[in-house]
């Protein structure tokens, strides 16, 4: 097989002792676990603008009411005849922790208000950890709603297809946001395991490797010509070779003007032979193409 | 017509059983419906800073006052005696209305306060709410004002222009924002639409394809030699074919320091035969250069 | 002169009737009056963010002064009666105006609160503004600290040194600000105007027209040699010519991660002859290099 | 040594009279000190988002605490009547300074308030100038946490390996977040100081000089063939000889879709011959891979 496009290890490595896992996974994550990592503050930020929504919106209940329990408990202990206007009703530490609330969100209604100098001094480091709070909170939202992030959804199969004379390996992708990605770029690296367990790198040639636009949803077609490793396989082949196909997508999200780049992979026994994709798009009576968004994973066989 | 520049699909696609509409609008959309999109919470704040500014502070007002009037409503069922300080000649509701304002908004005046435990916890999670609605108010101000977008003019019309000894397909643009572009290019597409209603693609070359400086307009020239696909045409083939100049804009924003993209398309139907561009600049009598904005659409019959 | 590297228009148009101003000033202005522009609320930002910090704090002060004022006529004007815990010893335009600070910050002492539904309900308005405004500074003073802008100080004058056994033009330039740029290209462009007014461009190669790394000044050398358009000219030329250099820089700015650009421009008359750039580094007795900024002007003759 | 890969000076310079220190520390900073430096109001922006957190924190602290004993002496100097509800058993200065902190902050409780007109212009001023500091805070924040900074690692040493017949210079890096760099590309300048203290440089041939994914460890190979300014040197030579290894590496940061730079450098006197790489990467028995990220600096001699 070297006579195909054979190329230098693209990060993953070439020699392992055993079998691994998968290089890419389906969502574009990689399967190395990181063992010594320090982390940093900016790791933090980073955990946090990754979180999911439920998450992130349960941590920042969570860590609002336990600072204010924290702080309650400052005036609790270090104060607890330093408040004026509580109400006699309910407990002091209760009085003291909607004070806290009151001091952290700088609501500061002032019926209940620090007298001496202890409870001022910890309303005055309440407030400046409830501003230091706020700055960071409107950081991280802004920070999650606002950086480019490619959302392409990927075939969850990578077909052989007919294709002119002969066949192709084929997949397709379509962008999940209303948001509009230019100038696509698809590349396609075919890893093959041999027997002992060392991997080697092809590269897939595309037809075409690009796309100006994205309105649609882009069928990339590997042609399965002479020079391709795929020449003149069986169905059994994908079958039974461990080896997995990379696909790396880089394009320009217009709404943030950055560059945006996405992953996949398809291990070679999930490709289905004989396959064509059904169209995913159609035109109104009105002459208005639609995308049917939900038929990205739709082929039927190449016989009909 | 194959001898021609004809390249492949730049991802509009090419078989179609019926009449479409045109690929790109002026403004550059295209005439795409998506169905069955899913939307994430990411995809509302897109929305939040695509809206017109009429409509943003319409939102925002009518926001601020559903949500005040749900926390008064609150205090209202869940804590009808929980507010102290509050004006008799007025109605409760309308009590709790002003005070939630007041917490909301964290100014808190004092002379409404909560007291009991039912109004400080709801006053304790109104004032969380606000800040959060606070951080996201700014995100999406600072998102609507600062991200890089083009804001290039088209001239309505191309048109057939002389040039050399012969013609030329020309269209114009300037910037319409004070802030400078640089390094602009231009590409432009030719789609024809043959007899089984199939799109057929065609590069145009451009002289230049691009320009270092944008402080002017820029008037993009499509020489029409034996290599064009308009060569030796007649302005009825214009007016008859169904075909679509796809025309796609990048160039680099100063004040952003990043990449812009911007596009338009001209139908063949609306190209003027035998006319040339109006001046949009002249000098002035110190030597500066006077740029008229609202000359871009300006052109004149070339047998003038 | 048609043999050298005549180029193509780089943006600023060939014909002119008259005489005009040189096209790039030395601060990378452009001489262009643009008529006819309409503003959207964007440009207002632009505009805030490139303000002097001086006039940015006057207008901060005044707007902050003067929406307070308007908004303490509004108490005044519409519900004379609406403030409580007024002091009797000032005037109730003076106590508004102070209520209205309070409630626009949201400091919200209390002593002065709003009775009644009228000021209530301005209050609840103007703290929205005061939100708005907040969130507005807040966007604003982040993008005047945080755009990523090349602050690049350019020598006064281009100079005519020798250079290996001809001689070369030379300007240099250096990095104003201690952030790190990388990765530094150099574009020059001559523009000459023949008898008719018309502008001819022609590329000057520069040797090197790229550098890796940039911590000391950068000398741009371009060779006079054959292929130039200054070849054997004697130094009237310049004092003689009406030309003009266009320099355009581009490098990679470190903190921001994103390209930057930069450029000025050399009048042929302040071009000066047989003169050779005076050092501007040095090594200090630990091998500490000392770069001195306020030596980038400094020449001297070539014949000492 | 002319016959191999000499190139221009990278922006270093190339004339010294006398010893220098190394071009690039190993933390990628240079050896240069800037004299004449004019700074302005965004250089202090830069300088506070790269203090360290500690003296981050520090700061804002020692400012929050000064800038309100500013306002408390003014309160105390200029209206030392102009406060209402201060608490008579502490000082008047310290309850101007409580007060300060409450009006800085917008908490605002109102049992201190400002009467008369001087107190209550000091205090609007006040809140104007806590606005801006609070501005300030939320955007140094954000630019600390959010700003793209590629944190990669370097094997201490640079090695001479064997490399399949021959030998090759090897280093490596790994990306010290767990944030995903992909495309990365390496170069690598030889600097030799000459017997004038000039240094010339030589381009370094890598294999690969790129690499698409950066999941592991990447070894950065120059193999020393006959092209290699290496070629035939004994470990003497790089004992003795002055000279320094300047590495740059440049790839795309997914979390930000932004390109990052990074750069290191090896003496030559630190290079360790007849070495190899201890691995750092195995497969658990899951088939997972484990990256060791403190055996960067891990290499054994090549004779085991």
């Known amino acids: 097989m070297s006579m195909f496009d054979k190329i230098r290890d693209p990060g993953f490595g070439e020699k392992y002792n055993s079998k691994t896992k998968r290089l890419i996974n389906t969502d574009g994550s990689f399967n190395v676990t990181r063992v010594g990592e320090k982390y940093h503050v900016r790791d933090v930020f980073q955990w946090l603008i990754n979180l999911s929504w439920l998450y992130f919106g349960m941590l920042l209940v969570l860590f609002y009411i336990s600072i204010n329990l ?32 009151q001091t952290f969100s700088t609501v500061g209604y002032g019926k209940m208000h620090p007298i001496g100098m202890m409870s001022n001094a910890i309303a005055a480091v309440e407030s400046l950890v409830g501003l230091v709070f706020y700055a960071i909170v409107t950081g991280v939202l802004y920070s999650r709603f606002s950086r480019p992030k490619a959302r392409v959804a990927f075939s969850k199969n990578a077909i052989i297809a007919p294709y002119k004379e002969g066949e192709s390996l084929q997949f397709r992708l379509v962008n999940q946001r209303s948001t509009q990605l230019m100038d696509i770029h698809a590349k396609a690296i075919l890893m093959l395991v041999d027997q002992q367990h060392h991997r080697q790198y092809y590269r897939l040639d595309l ?49 943030f003007s950055q560059e945006v780049h996405t992953r996949t992979s398809y291990l070679l026994k999930d490709i289905v032979c004989h396959a064509k994709f059904s169209p995913m798009f159609e035109t109104d009576h009105d002459g208005e193409i639609l995308l049917h968004l939900n038929k990205i994973n739709h082929y039927h066989s190449a016989n009909k």
């Open 207 to 255: 037809e075409p490797s690009s796309i100006q636009f994205f309105p649609l949803s882009w069928t990339v077609v590997h042609p399965i010509t002479e020079g391709s490793p795929f020449y003149n396989k069986a169905p059994s082949f994908y079958k039974d070779t461990e080896g997995e196909i990379l696909i790396f997508i880089r394009g320009f999200d217009e709404t």
């Open 70 to 101: 924290i702080f309650a408990l400052l005036y609790y202990v270090l104060s607890p005849n330093g408040l004026e206007g509580i109400e006699s009703s309910i407990s002091f530490f209760t009085n003291a922790f909607f004070f806290s609330l």
